[in-house]
Nanobody, 123 residues
Framework: QVQLVETGGGLVQAGDSLRLTCSASTRSFTNLMMAWFRQAPGEERAFVAAVGRSGGATYYADSVEGRFTISRDNGKNMVSLQMNSLKPEDAAVYYC????????????????WGQGTQVTVSS
């Protein structure tokens, strides 16, 4: 069983930066594909970014490419999402997700989810 806990959400102004962190309770962190998804009110959960098991491969949604950076620290069982140049449309609940499969964008392939952290961006 993998437990994921996100931290770092909050209220920021447009143009600001925010860093989300996800801590994983597992002995098999290096076997997991890690990702961030987000869900705004009334919308479906959407892929934001993913990072491969070693941290060498990263993937981004078009809407965040160039502004967000995903990274992982396998020594600390942590994955982070650095969000720069935030826009009001980035406001959502952000979820950390983990998969034992090599997947990227398919939410249904991620077996483990955190409880989510709210990001609010004022214009």
């Amino acid at each position: 069983q993998v437990q994921l806990v996100e931290t770092g959400g909050g209220l920021v102004q447009a143009g600001d930066s925010l860093r989300l962190t996800c801590s994983a309770s597992t002995r098999s962190f290096t076997n997991l594909m890690m990702a961030w998804f987000r869900q705004a009110p009334g919308e479906e959960r959407a892929f934001v970014a993913a990072v491969g098991r070693s941290g060498g491969a990263t993937y981004y949604a078009d809407s965040v490419e160039g502004r967000f950076t995903i990274s992982r620290d396998n020594g600390k069982n942590m994955v982070s999402l650095q969000m720069n140049s935030l826009k009001p449309e980035d406001a959502a609940v952000y979820y950390c997700a983990a998969s034992s499969q090599i997947v990227v964008k398919l939410a249904q392939k991620y077996e483990y989810w955190g409880q989510g952290t709210q990001v609010t961006v004022s214009s």
